[in-house]
């Protein structure tokens, strides 16, 4: 016997639960690639995917990862030997910088931890003594998922713009975009990366560089372009899957299309609305833990949490004890700690939860209440009333 035998839930930060009608429209022979269905699909597609970053500029799909568009990004907007600023909040950020310096890139890194977002005075500093503006991008992560720290992307544009520094603000949105509110166009973002498999409920392998003209601008410049990367060509659909950049990832934009139709079913304020609810009762229920035992979250400020992520610090390896236990017992999978402890990649002592994309309040509550129910067979001290915070939490 298992109580884990039914629907699972795969609460990790991506990737995250499909919805079934994303399934079902990937379950469908080869289509066409030439004429018909598919490419009529496209314009739609795009469409909707600005309307989910919030913008009236350019996108560009490719087939690939989170890290396959911080090339991208990368690729079309600088050359060997340009200078950047990395302001980090945890692993991704210096994931992303690191893939810059193998580019030749110059990456300037000021770290701000584990646990507070980017402060925005530090970073006016680092840009205020730039005055020869050598430093041609910003590379900031919204939501940091191995923290789950969330940056204010709104105040680093007017940092920029009160300097009058012409640097890119170039964002990395794969854990927050269709989760947390962004305006790329708003908030002037330059470049937003984001993939198929965390807000927009799809499986990974698309990923999206979302540009605006400043940024096509400096493409006109970046040495770094090659043919693959080149974001002009598949910033028109019609030529993009047809023509230049190779065969089209036929059913994830089946699939797409579904998870598309659900996000504007639902309209995007609504989704980010239900986010950050979900994520509210997450952390009620994590500060009454917390008032019994070790339990911890990350960020203490709820207004640099993120609303998809949240990281949990649990002491020793009660963490992978709680992991595993509630896997094999309840049928839901948590996330593993990610770059919480120095020079490691997997940090012991450290859960995180996924609540982003097709979940709701009876997930997120089943979720909640299977924590709970293995601290208390586990036999590790925590605070009571963990779900009531949460209803109470839902219920406010
Ligand atoms: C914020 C962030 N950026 C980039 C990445 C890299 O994406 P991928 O694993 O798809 O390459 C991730 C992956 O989780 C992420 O969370």
Not at 216 to 229: I, V
Not at 317 to 330: V, Y
Not at 346 to 365: D, E, K, Q, T, Y
Request: aromatic letters at 6%.
């Amino acid at each position: 016997m298992s109580l884990s035998n039914g629907r699972s839930y795969l609460a990790i930060p991506g990737p995250s639960v499909m919805p079934d009608a994303v399934l079902q429209a990937m379950h469908r022979a080869a289509p066409n690639i030439y004429s018909g269905e598919l490419p009529d699909m496209m314009p739609g597609i795009v469409a909707d995917l600005k309307r989910v970053a919030r913008t009236e500029h350019s996108v560009a799909i490719y087939i690939g990862n989170g890290h396959a568009v911080w090339e991208a990004a990368l690729a079309n907007t600088l050359s060997r030997g340009d200078r950047v600023l990395m302001p980090g909040t945890g692993s991704f950020g210096h994931g992303w910088a690191d893939l810059a310096e193998r580019l030749h890139i110059t990456v300037d890194r000021i770290d701000f931890g584990k646990h507070q977002p980017v402060n925005l005075d530090t970073l006016r500093g680092a840009l205020a003594k730039d005055t020869e503006h050598t430093i041609k991008a910003i590379l900031a992560v919204h939501t940091d998922t191995s923290t789950s720290i969330k940056n204010d992307i709104k105040g680093m544009r007017a940092v920029l713009d009160d300097l009058n520094h012409p640097a890119l603000l170039m964002v990395d949105c794969m854990a927050s975009l269709g989760c947390d509110p962004f305006e790329m166009d708003a908030w002037g973002a330059d470049v937003m990366t984001a993939g198929s498999q965390k807000g927009l409920m799809t499986p990974p392998g698309l990923g999206f560089v979302f540009f605006n003209d400043r940024a096509d601008l400096a493409r006109e410049t970046a040495d770094l372009a090659s043919s693959y990367w080149d974001w002009r060509p598949r910033a028109n659909p019609e030529f993009f899957y047809q023509f230049s950049c190779g065969t089209a990832p036929t059913h994830h934009f089946y699939g797409l299309r579904a998870a598309l139709d659900i996000i504007h079913g639902e309209g995007i304020e609504n989704v980010w609305t239900r986010h950050h609810r979900l994520a509210q009762s997450v952390w009620a229920a994590a500060e009454a833990w917390g008032k019994g035992g070790s339990m911890a979250l990350n960020v203490s400020d709820p207004v640099y949490r993120s609303h998809s992520v949240t990281t949990l610090s649990l002491g020793g390896s009660t963490a992978d004890d709680l992991q595993n236990w509630i896997t094999e017992n309840t049928g839901v999978t948590l996330g593993i700690g990610l770059g919480m402890a120095e020079g490691r990649h997997v940090s012991p002592g450290h859960f995180r939860i996924g609540h982003m994309g097709h979940v709701n309040a009876h997930m997120v509550l089943g979720m909640l209440g299977s924590i709970d129910l293995a601290l208390k067979a586990l036999g590790v001290d925590h605070g009571a009333g963990a779900v009531e915070a949460a209803t109470r939490s839902l219920a406010g």
